[in-house]
C-alpha cells in the first residue's frame, strides 16, 4: 500500500489526496463561475447596448408611429417607421417555411424512430443531421439561382417576384431547419420506455397507431422543444432571407411576394446604408429589441406549454 513502504502515514496519505482533489474540483468549480459569468455579461451588454440605442431612437420617433402605423420606409421620404411590415416578412417566411418542415420533420422522426432498422438509422441520421452543416450562405445563394430562377420560375411564371419571393426562401429554409426537427425530435421519441409500445401491441395496435397514438403523444414535450429551437433558427436567419427573400417591406402572407423581413433589415442597415448616430442607424437597434422581446415572449410561453404537457417516466 502507498505510504507504509517508504515509512508515511497512510492517513497523511490519504488526506494529502482529498486535498488535492478538493484544490482540483474548487479550479474546475471556479472555471465554470467565469464560463457563467462571461455568458451573463455578454448577454447583459448586448441588452444594454440594444436599449441605449433603442431609446435614443423612440426619442425621435413616437411608439404610436412604430406600433400602429403599417409602412417601414426608413429611407426614403416621406420617413415612416411602422414595424409591422418587417413583423410581416418575419411571419411570411416562418409560417411557410414550418409549413413545408415540421410534416416532414415529424414524419422522418417517426420513420427513424419506429421503422427504420438499427442499420438504416446509423446511416440516415447522420445524413439528414449533415445538412445542418451547410452554410447558410450557400443556402442563400441556391434559394435564389436554383429553387427561385431553375424550378419555382417555370413552374409558376409571371405569378411569381423573380428572382425575390418568400417562397424560394421558406423551401430552402425548410430544408435548413428539417434534420433539426426530425434529429431532436426521434431522440424524444426513441427515449419513450418500450412497455408502452408493447402494451399499445398487446392490445391489438398497428405500428402506425402505435407511433401516432401512443409515442407522439409520450415524445411530445421533446417535439415541441425541436419545434421551438427550428422556430428560434428561422427568426434569427438573415443570410438566407436577405438574399433570397428580397428587402421590398410588405404586408403580406402571400409565398410569392418580395418580402423583407427583420433580420434582412438589419443587416441592410448595417452594411453601411446608415452612419451611426442618425435615425435609420438607430432604427436597427429598435427593430432589434422588438425582434428580441416577441422572441422572449414566444420562448416563455413555449416552456409553459411545454412544462404543461410533459410526461417524466420512471
Known amino acids: 500500500m502507498q505510504g507504509v513502504g517508504d515509512g508515511r502515514d497512510p492517513a497523511d496519505v490519504g488526506a494529502a489526496l482529498r486535498k488535492r482533489r478538493r484544490l482540483g474540483e474548487s479550479v474546475i468549480r471556479g472555471t465554470l463561475v467565469v464560463c457563467a459569468a462571461v455568458s451573463l455579461f455578454t448577454t447583459a451588454a448586448i441588452v444594454f447596448v440594444l436599449l441605449g440605442e433603442t431609446v435614443s431612437f423612440f ?33 411570411n417566411v416562418l409560417l411557410w417555411s414550418l409549413a413545408i418542415a415540421l410534416p416532414l420533420g415529424i414524419a422522418g422522426a417517426i420513420y427513424l424512430s419506429e421503422y427504420a432498422s438499427a442499420r438504416q438509422r446509423k446511416v440516415l441520421k447522420p445524413m439528414l443531421e449533415a445538412l445542418a452543416g451547410v452554410p447558410t450562405v450557400v443556402y442563400a445563394y441556391f434559394a435564389l439561382t436554383f429553387i427561385t430562377l431553375d424550378v419555382l420560375g417555370p413552374l409558376l411564371g409571371t405569378s411569381i417576384s423573380v428572382p425575390f419571393n418568400s417562397l424560394g426562401a421558406s423551401i430552402v429554409m425548410a430544408v435548413m431547419i428539417t434534420p433539426t426537427i426530425a434529429s ?3 431522440d424524444a421519441m426513441a427515449s419513450v420506455p418500450s412497455e408502452l409500445r408493447e402494451a399499445a401491441y398487446g392490445l391489438g395496435a398497428t405500428r402506425l397507431e402505435v407511433a401516432m397514438r401512443v409515442v407522439v403523444p409520450a415524445a411530445l414535450s421533446g417535439i415541441v422543444a425541436s419545434v421551438l429551437l427550428a422556430i428560434a433558427r428561422v427568426v434569427g436567419e438573415t443570410m438566407i432571407v436577405a438574399v433570397a427573400a428580397g428587402s421590398t417591406p410588405a404586408l403580406t402572407m402571400s409565398p ?7 433580420t434582412g433589415f438589419m443587416l441592410q442597415m448595417g452594411g453601411g446604408d446608415a452612419a451611426r448616430g442618425t ?4 432604427s436597427l437597434f429598435a427593430v432589434g429589441t422588438t425582434l428580441f422581446v416577441f422572441t422572449l415572449i414566444f420562448n416563455v410561453g413555449a416552456q409553459v406549454l411545454v412544462r404543461r404537457f410533459r410526461e417524466v417516466y420512471v
Open 256 to 262: 410569392l411576394e418580395s418580402i423583407q423581413t427583420m
Open 59 to 91: 426619442r425621435e420617433v413616437s411608439f404610436s408611429e412604430f406600433f400602429l402605423e403599417t409602412t417601414w420606409q426608413p429611407n426614403f421620404n416621406p420617413v415612416s417607421f411602422g414595424i409591422w411590415e418587417l413583423v410581416a416578412g418575419t411571419a
Open 184 to 186: 431532436i425530435s426521434e
Open 279 to 282: 435615425l435609420q442607424y438607430q
